[in-house]
């Protein structure tokens, strides 16, 4: 059964270690990752961008195939299928559909409009027991066409939205969506311990965890981060993995071009992948 991500990040935030939100993009993908985290005794967050959402024919479809999954693999640990960088109307959508959890990404907007609906959400979510996180200072990189610098929020703007009642905050700072440029900063720990002070016991919520050197990781985690997004990580693993499968020819032999049989060294690198990070992020045993 699907829970909301409230009581897991709030644990993890008390206990200093972070729950990973993998993004699912597929059948292969949801079923690596909840394997993973039953077999690390993980809480875990299945991230769907609503570009993913469409893809997988709507977000009925994916509630239907997470909550089987779910059943049928017999899966104990915490599970929050999550809409990753929704927007107002996704959000609905969402928890129309069966979602545990929701982000409304009002970063954009100017801060009145944010507060206005991100406080609708609050009142929704917090009636149907659902768990929300918003957005302050857009992430960097691109997310389904959104293109931004990774630019640092302003702790005051975030105690603001803070204060609203959400469950989680994602603030920028200086972190990117997608691979990291040769160029880039580095995370703004400054940025982050200003938030952290300014929101207190709030979990907070670090996108873009592909390509951050683990010793940045651990300490966004020791200044209050306790949701760490990874997406692009998994499918260079499984773009990897499927093009050595091709490239020894191992889809000519035999059955090999049989998908199950073609998309299962991509499976793996993904589990590989996951459990990697579940290692990093200290939530192994956490469940």
């Known amino acids: 059964m699907l829970v909301s991500a409230k009581e897991m990040l709030n644990k993890a935030k008390a206990g200093h270690y972070a729950v990973g939100q993998f993004n699912i993009n597929n059948l292969e993908w949801t079923k690596a990752i909840l394997l993973t985290a039953q077999e690390c005794n993980s809480p875990v967050i299945l991230g769907v961008s609503e ?3 469409k893809y997988m024919c709507g977000y009925k479809t994916i509630v239907g195939m997470v909550n089987g999954m779910i059943e049928e693999l017999g899966i104990t640990v915490p599970v929050a299928l999550h809409l990753d960088h929704g927007s107002y ?5 969402c928890i129309k559909a069966g979602f545990s959890s929701v982000m409304f990404d009002g970063s954009h907007y100017p801060i009145e409009e944010n507060i ?13 027991g659902l768990s929300l996180e918003a957005e302050v200072g857009a992430i960097g990189g691109e997310e389904d066409g959104v293109v931004g610098t990774g630019e ?5 703007e975030c105690k603001m939205i803070a204060d609203l009642g959400v469950t989680m905050l994602a603030a920028g700072i200086g972190n990117i969506h997608g691979k990291y440029p040769a160029n880039w900063a580095g995370l703004s720990f400054e940025t982050l311990a200003a938030v952290s002070e300014k929101t207190g016991d709030m979990p907070l919520v670090l996108h873009g965890g592909t390509g951050i050197p683990a010793d940045m990781i651990k300490k966004a985690i020791s200044l209050g981060v306790s949701k760490i997004n990874v997406n692009t990580e998994c499918q260079l693993a499984f773009q990897e993995a499927t093009r050595k499968y091709i490239e020894a020819g191992k889809d000519l032999e035999g059955k090999g071009f049989d998908p199950r049989k073609l998309l299962a060294p991509g499976f793996e690198a993904i589990k590989a992948t996951v459990k990697e990070k579940m290692e990093l992020f200290g939530s192994v045993g956490m469940a």
């Open 51 to 53: 570009g993913a959402g």
């Open 89 to 93: 109307e996704g959000a609905m959508k």
């Open 152 to 156: 640092c929020a302003d702790p005051n």
């Open 116 to 128: 206005a609906k991100t406080t609708e959400l609050v009142k929704l979510t917090n009636e149907l």
